[in-house]
């Protein structure tokens, strides 16, 4: 009898927190704004914005004056572990001009956590691309998580996504390939992440070089962002009220009067 109380407590325990732990329901999506910069971080030319499913197996694709065959896909995983990785691919068209950048920023509103209303930590790791002729490729990516409902969504191309900050962006980190050495990994702690959020990366792809470089080359790479959750601390009453529920019951029983022999 002891043993069924206690199986049916931690259950209906279990269930309870699981309610409590599951985000509503709502549409997902992956919004894209892919634009060429200058040496001053000015938009040089017309961007696009574009938006897809989150974890939507078809990409994007675009082209500027300076990066051509551009191609943005992304894909997206939950759990203790949330992450996003974004990778982004271009071609240099002729007569290159390396003091321009591309700049791509990705805003992901699929992310869930299992832990809601515990702390986490934000991760933020570069990957460039190593297939380049006549100098080298950088890739500098900073990762921001926000608050779901995103203001303005996701779903449109009017406009970047937004909304409100939760915790500090990750400072940038940048991965230069060949020969750039270890790839950074920079991080932002938050002490209470809800149940469902979005991640925003900003991603800038620079050419180095004092020459001339390969039409055929491929620049890019990929950015990551994790997000480690922790369980929230249970209620000190809490646990010494699961502690004692065994105990009272055993004491239950050792009350119980002895039955009278036959």
């Given amino acids: ?7 049916w407590f931690a259950a209906g325990f279990v269930a309870v927190a699981a309610v409590l ?41 675009f082209a500027t004056t300076n990066f051509l065959n551009i191609n943005v896909g992304t894909s997206s995983n939950n759990g203790v572990v949330s ?9 240099p068209a002729d007569n290159f001009n390396a003091t321009h950048s591309l700049r791509v920023i ?15 930590q934000l991760q933020t790791n570069p990957a460039a691309s190593s297939a380049i002729s006549g100098g080298q490729n950088s890739l500098t990516t900073q ?11 996701t779903s449109q191309t009017g406009v970047l996504a937004g909304g409100t900050p939760l915790g500090n962006q990750t400072l940038p980190a940048t991965d230069i390939r060949p020969n750039g050495g270890i790839s950074p990994t920079t991080t932002s702690d938050l002490t209470n992440l809800p149940g469902q959020f979005a991640i925003q990366q900003t991603i800038t792809v620079t050419v180095l070089t004092s ?29 010494l009220g699961l502690i004692a529920l065994p105990v009272l019951g055993l004491r239950r029983a050792m009350r119980r009067p002895p039955v009278s022999p036959v």
């Avoid at 990705?106 to 986490?120: C, E, H, I, K």
């Avoid at 921001?144 to 969504?153: D, H, R």
């Fill in 106 to 120: 990705v805003t992901d509103d699929s992310l869930v956590n299992p832990f809601p209303g515990g702390t986490a």
């Fill in 211 to 239: 020459g001339h470089i390969d039409t055929g080359a491929s620049l890019g790479g990929s950015a990551s962002s994790f997000v480690l959750s922790t369980p929230v601390p249970a209620p000190a009453g809490l646990i």
């Fill in 1 to 7: 009898m002891l043993l069924r109380h206690v199986r």
């Fill in 143 to 153: 990762s921001q998580i926000l608050a779901f409902p995103t203001i303005p969504n």
């Fill in 21 to 61: 732990a599951a985000p509503a329901g709502a549409r997902a999506d992956t919004q894209y704004l892919i634009q060429e910069i200058d040496q001053f971080g000015n938009p040089s030319g017309a961007g696009q914005i574009f938006t897809t499913a989150s974890n939507s197996p078809v990409g994007v694709t």
């Fill in 83 to 91: 992450s996003l990785t974004t990778t982004v691919r271009a071609t």
